[in-house]
């Protein structure tokens, strides 16, 4: 059949029928030409082959439509390229959408440090929202003492390099976070920082674990150390006791035969540090209710001497509280640890306050006795505050060893208690507060 018998319809595809009919040739009436339109043809053998339509149409004297000329061109490369486009297109969205959810922090940065974007994973860290960051230097999210390592990671950056850093940001709140940061920088010819985009994660629960297991570590070493101490010593302390039971036999003196009397007790005393300091001994002797006023008494007794010379006024005001059911050697071992922190932080004077009631929690209805060691020391700030429980943290130098709270601490616990510390350095009003909460109960 001659070309010429066909319409154009013949050689368009049935979807393609409909668009010419309710858009091409309507938009060609009214308008009078087309450009770039894409449709395709239907070839001889069937197949199909997009192409580019421009369209021009005819008028006679009258302005009446008489027909139309079309300029065919085929657009096969054409569509590859716009598929290719809308496939890249789709992949940064989708890598966009994964930065922009992100757990990570991945933010964006001109030259100079001032943030170009900023994702929701950035948002949690540090707390601040887009709007807020958005043209802010990078800088602030940094506490003043590590600004000066971030500016250095950023002048690395010109020459190309990849800076990863491990430091603390500051939050919104005013809070502190350990980082671990990544800086990438994106240069244009010729070597030139054009950009530089950042990888912030949040490293707190990271090093938390990384502490707790070198202080584990420190422990396991401690243990061994401890245990072959305590082997060391007692075989000297044996022979020591007994030589102090042969001299009691063989003095008839009353006023000696105290004094013989009073080394025993003290020794007893080495004895029993020996095997029960640092935790590693486990206790063998049950819980007995305890008079806590006798307790405060002896306690106090052990450093009267000392707390007189250092003109420290004691107040032991432990008699009005029901007795305590509880292991009674721990509960020596920690108001001799308190005292003694009370004195250190006492030397050039002070009050020092022992006081034992029976309360009720306000909060939860609890009844128990509430012991309160209180002095007029020297007090702690809020960074020593934060540490005074972890083991091996000291501020006495090389005369502390830094487990004296942390034992106090697993002591209380044990017998079912908690333990809360307030502290002031306050010239005017310093000093310490550890207040204990012990619950009642039977004996049993």
């Known amino acids: 059949m001659p070309l010429e018998a066909h319409s154009l319809q013949d050689f368009l595809t049935p979807g393609g029928v409909i668009f010419y009919e309710t858009q091409f040739a309507p938009t060609l ?4 030409f087309l450009s770039e339109i894409s449709i395709e043809l239907l070839r001889q053998d069937g197949s199909k082959v997009p192409v580019l339509v421009n369209a021009v149409l005819s008028r006679d004297r009258d302005e009446r439509p008489i027909g139309f000329s079309i ?26 959408e994964v930065v922009r ?10 030259p100079d440090g001032a943030i170009q974007s900023w994702n929701t994973g950035a948002e949690r860290i540090f707390g601040f929202s887009s709007h807020e960051m958005i043209g802010q230097s990078m800088l602030s999210l940094f506490a003043d003492n590590r600004q ?20 603390t940001g500051l939050q919104k709140s005013g809070a502190t976070v350990e980082l671990s940061i990544s800086l990438t920088p ?10 530089f985009s950042a990888i912030i994660r949040d490293i707190s629960a990271r090093k938390l674990a990384e502490r707790a297991l070198l202080q584990n570590e420190k422990l396991a070493s401690m243990g061994r150390l401890a245990s072959s101490i305590a082997h060391e010593i007692n075989n000297p302390l044996e022979a020591v006791t007994n030589l102090l039971y042969i001299l009691e036999t ?3 003196d009353e006023e000696s035969k105290a004094l013989i009397t009073t080394a025993q007790e003290e020794l007893a005393r080495v004895s029993h540090v020996a095997t029960h300091t640092l935790k590693f001994h486990k206790q063998s002797s049950g819980r007995t209710m305890l008079d806590l006023g006798a307790l405060g008494e002896s306690v106090l007794g052990l ?15 432990c008699t009005r509280a029901s007795p305590l059911f509880c292991f009674e050697g721990e509960l020596r071992q920690v108001l001799v640890n308190l005292v003694s922190n009370a004195f250190d932080a006492m030397r050039n004077g002070g009050r020092l306050v022992l006081r034992s009631r029976d309360v009720t929690l306000w909060s939860s209805a609890l009844r128990g006795i509430r012991i309160t060691v209180a002095d007029t020391g020297t007090g702690m700030d809020a960074m020593t505050l934060s540490q005074i429980f972890e083991p091996f ?15 106090t601490k697993d002591l209380v616990e044990k017998n079912e208690g908690t333990i809360k510390v307030r502290s002031s350095v306050d010239p005017a009003n310093s000093g310490t507060v550890v207040s204990m909460f012990f619950p009642h109960r039977s004996e049993r």
Do not use: C
């Open 186 to 195: 994106h240069l244009e010819a010729p070597g030139t920082l054009v950009a």
């Open 148 to 167: 000066g390592e971030i500016r250095e990671a950023m002048s690395d950056l010109g020459d190309g390099t990849e800076v990863n850093r491990d430091t």
């Open 393 to 407: 943290f000291s501020t006495k130098g090389i005369g502390g060893t830094g487990l004296g709270l942390w034992i």
């Open 101 to 110: 959810r992100s757990a990570d922090g991945i933010i964006s940065l001109k």
């Open 29 to 32: 009436l009214m308008r009078g």
């Open 71 to 96: 300029a065919i061109f085929e657009a096969v490369q054409r569509k590859e390229y716009e598929k290719e486009l809308l496939r890249s297109r789709r992949e940064l969205e989708q890598i966009a």
């Open 303 to 317: 450093y009267r001497a000392r707390l007189q010379n250092s003109g420290i006024a004691v107040i032991n005001d």
């Open 250 to 252: 063989r003095i008839s």
